[in-house]
């Protein structure tokens, strides 16, 4: 496609629920990087992939977030029984490569309720 | 661990007028510094940056940034602003490879009065 792609755009899920959050990256991207943005706590980094190496997972907030890329493509973001706190927008952008502008998704709305 | 800050939450500009926004990192090494812009309901788009050189770095949209190793600044600025560029402004630090493990300020809401 033309841009990154996320799905869904929203998703409201109930506490304690799992959810998966899909990226598709622009074609041809080597790196990947997710983001979470919340009022509170602003833009933060989450993980980020970079082609077959291994994830830099530093920015994941705790153990119920992982996050894998499959075929160097498609990314899905993973949150295990739901919290309040995760309700914020996950954005995924990717990058021919590190060097390379970043260019973001629309992002997906997650609401905890 | 690095860190930015934006000191300004908002700033209101007439239109026609010329803007700055600040910008305050911290970090040990040379920095990659960047500046998005994120309107309603879009999605980050990638104003300007710096990785290395000419401290003066020209971006899109008529902006332009500084980077001011002796004040840990990047000030973003342009000469007249439009309506259109009523947004919120992000400034990021880079600490790893280029654009991998961006941290970002807490942002700076842009209105800009007929």
């Known amino acids: 496609g033309a841009g990154v792609s996320q799905s869904p755009s929203n998703k409201v899920t109930e506490k304690g629920k799992d959810v998966e959050l899909r990226c598709d990256p622009i074609?041809?991207?080597?790196?990947l990087y997710w983001y979470r943005q919340s009022l509170g706590q602003g833009l933060e980094f989450l993980i980020y992939f970079q082609g077959n190496s291994a994830p830099d997972k530093s920015g994941l907030p705790s153990d119920r977030f992982s996050a894998e890329r499959t075929g160097g493509s498609v990314s899905t973001l993973t949150i295990q029984r739901t919290q309040q706190e995760d309700s914020a927008v996950y954005l995924c952008?990717?990058?021919?490569?590190?060097?390379?502008?970043?260019?973001f998704g629309q992002g997906t709305r997650l609401t905890v309720v | 661990a690095q860190s930015v800050t934006q000191p300004d939450i908002h700033i209101t500009v007439s239109e026609g007028a010329s803007l700055e926004l600040r910008c305050n990192y911290s970090?040990?090494?040379?920095?990659?510094l960047f500046w998005y812009v994120q309107s309603p309901g879009q999605g980050l788009q990638l104003l300007l940056k710096?990785?290395?050189?000419?401290?003066l770095v020209q971006g899109i949209k008529g902006f332009e940034a500084e980077f001011k190793r002796s004040q840990s600044s990047f000030n973003l600025r342009k000469p007249s602003v439009h309506w259109s560029d009523a947004a919120e402004y992000f400034c990021?630090?880079?600490?790893?490879?280029?654009?991998?493990?961006?941290?970002f300020g807490k942002g700076t809401m842009l209105l800009v009065s007929p």
């Open positions: 952008a990717s990058s021919l490569d590190p060097n390379s502008e970043a260019f």
């Open positions: 970090y040990g090494a040379t920095p990659y």
């Open positions: 710096y990785f290395s050189g000419d401290t």
């Open positions: 990021a630090v880079g600490a790893g490879s280029g654009y991998s493990t961006l941290t």
């Open positions: 074609s041809g991207h080597t790196a």
